[in-house]
């Protein structure tokens, strides 16, 4: 598995963004759905820069980039008609406290520490944890929590962030 799970909506908004983005060197990071009466989708952004090459932790996403790339999925969201209602597009950079959605994500953290939400508890865990990311094995990350080692499968993640230490 390459990224944590995500709805199908959000998968597939996750591959239509990406699919508009991609070729102006943003990457979509993450994303978030929540359907009602009245849609929200948060979409996080960075340049496909890779990580460490940029000093800012956002990797260089300004609020002209969040502008940007809000003018050209609105009008592609409303052609394709994904929701029923009226939405709202929020466009945002990771910020400190970083998304971790794909598994590259997660090996660019290893040796950091991570809060991590879970679709179903983990036994010892519960779910969710604060945990340093040892390594990545298989679908599994391997983490340390508490000075004992634990697997989590990536499919069981339902939300990953870096902890920023300033």
Sequence with gaps: ??????????????????GLIGSLGYRTVDLDCQLSGRSTVRLFIETDKPRGESSDA????SLGDCVKVTEIL???????????GPYDLE???????????????FEACVGEEVKLRF??????????????????QGESLKLKVDQKEVSVLLSNIKRGNLIWEG
């Design 91 to 105: 466009v945002s950079s990771p910020g400190l406290d970083r998304r971790l959605r794909l598994r590259s994500d």
């Design 58 to 61: 956002a990797q260089g996403v």
């Design 119 to 136: 679709y179903t508890p983990v036994e010892g865990l519960g779910s969710q944890t604060r945990a340093k990311v040892l390594q990545i």
């Design 74 to 84: 609105s009008p592609a969201l409303d052609t394709e008609q994904i929701f029923s």
């Design 1 to 18: 598995m390459e990224s944590i799970r995500k709805s199908e909506v959000e998968q597939k908004l996750i591959d239509f963004c990406q």
